[in-house]
């Protein structure tokens, strides 16, 4: 799953699900059953399918490439910056759907993100990575309060939220 979906925008939302199953010569009672338990785990509604990725939210768009990776019921999970490209307010949303997802799928997930916030929000560990290279593994707390190097601090440091100089004042 990666920013923006990648989605195929002369596909319907059900083509982009099913793309790889019906490649694969899926049974089609199969995959329609499949696509049901999809809907209902990401809470996408079915009268959706039949959209082009135009047509939908960036969310609904996010929850349609999510049903495509988990169409085949892999056992690992990459996304990378699923949630970068959406407002605020629907990133929140999404990121408490994706969490309580996940934690239903009992399946490995990794998120590749440059939001150490949202990290720490999915993460049970964090790998913080530089030019290719582990620099740091552990919690958030671990980066936050036990930094490795200087790398780690600049990199937490540069997160910190504007609102956080509000709340002090």
Do not use: W
């Not at 996010?62 to 307010?89: H, K, W």
């Amino acid at each position: 799953v990666i920013q923006e979906g990648g989605l195929f925008p002369h596909l319907t939302a059900r083509q982009n699900v099913c793309l790889m199953a019906s490649y694969l010569g899926e049974d089609a009672g199969k995959t329609d059953q499949r696509i049901n338990e999809l809907c209902r785990l990401t809470h996408f509604p079915v009268d959706g399918l039949d959209r082009y990725p135009a047509e939908l939210s960036g969310g609904q768009r996010q929850r349609i490439s999510l049903m495509r990776a988990l169409m085949l019921d892999p056992d690992v999970l990459l996304l990378d910056e699923p949630l970068g490209a959406l407002d605020p307010m629907i990133r929140a949303e999404l990121q408490e759907d994706l969490r309580d997802i996940f934690d239903s799928l009992n399946k490995t997930v990794v998120i590749v993100t440059h939001d150490i916030g949202e990290a720490g929000y999915f993460g049970q560990e964090i790998v913080l990575m530089r030019e290719g290279r582990i620099v740091q593994k552990g919690s958030l707390e671990d980066l936050v309060k036990r930094p490795a190097d200087s790398f780690v601090t600049q990199f937490v440091n540069a997160q910190r939220s504007p609102l956080e100089s509000v709340e002090k004042r």
